[in-house]
């Protein structure tokens, strides 16, 4: 029968985090020594590996999910999330975890609130942050403007150069968007990465390291009148 644990105040049914004490000095110690092979284990052997196995999980499972809890204590959420992962992918089964890391991942993306307003006739305008590749923030706006396009048109339509083709395709029209712009090594901008709806609300994951652009879809020379308010939050940062 498993004896239940108690990780940030969950009582979870089953198996923690630990390291086991070997005799060699190091791991890769443990690997380095070679043995001729020997013939296969009795029935008897056979259980005792398996029981220290066993015993050796367990105690690593413990131990991995209390040093993410002291981890969490200390306000070091990005290392006890991903211990917690860890002993997810051991075991799964462990009552608790996936709720701890619910509640992680929200106080990440919830803290560091930035607010500032799009002003809807400026395309894309100036940089509003800086993001890192693969840490999520998310992005949050409300608000409505006056979407304006004014454009002489005669019998025919829009000429060949049809103001609505300078809008990103796949993006609804006036939907309000961000764009990444990556940087190098030596903040140098690169090729801009392509641009993701955001409508009222997404969370994003930056695949590469950049500056964080944010406008509404509309063709350039546009009219528009408003303004959006928006508010950034998670793992972002100043833009310069």
Known sequence: MKRPFVFGGVVASGLV??????????????????????????VAAMRAFELREKKAREQFLRDTAQLAKDYEEAGLLEKAKNLLKTVQRVDGSIAGVKEKLDTIEETILSANPYEFQVDTAKGWGEPVARVEQGKKFRVAAK???????????????????????????????????????????RGKPGKPGQPVEIGEGKEITPKENGLLFIGVNAPAGNKNQG??????????????
């Open 17 to 42: 985090i630990a390291a086991v004490l070997v005799g060699p000095s190091s791991v890769s110690d443990l690997f380095g020594q070679q043995k001729k092979a020997q013939k296969p284990p009795s």
């Open 143 to 185: 608000g409505s403007y006056k979407f304006v396009v004014e454009e002489m048109v005669g019998p025919t339509g829009f000429p060949s150069d049809d103001p609505l083709r300078q809008m990103i395709k796949g993006i609804p029209g006036g939907a309000l968007m961000a764009i990444v712009i990556p940087l190098n090594d």
């Open 227 to 240: 303004k959006i308010a928006v508010q950034l939050s998670g793992y972002v940062a100043p833009p310069k």
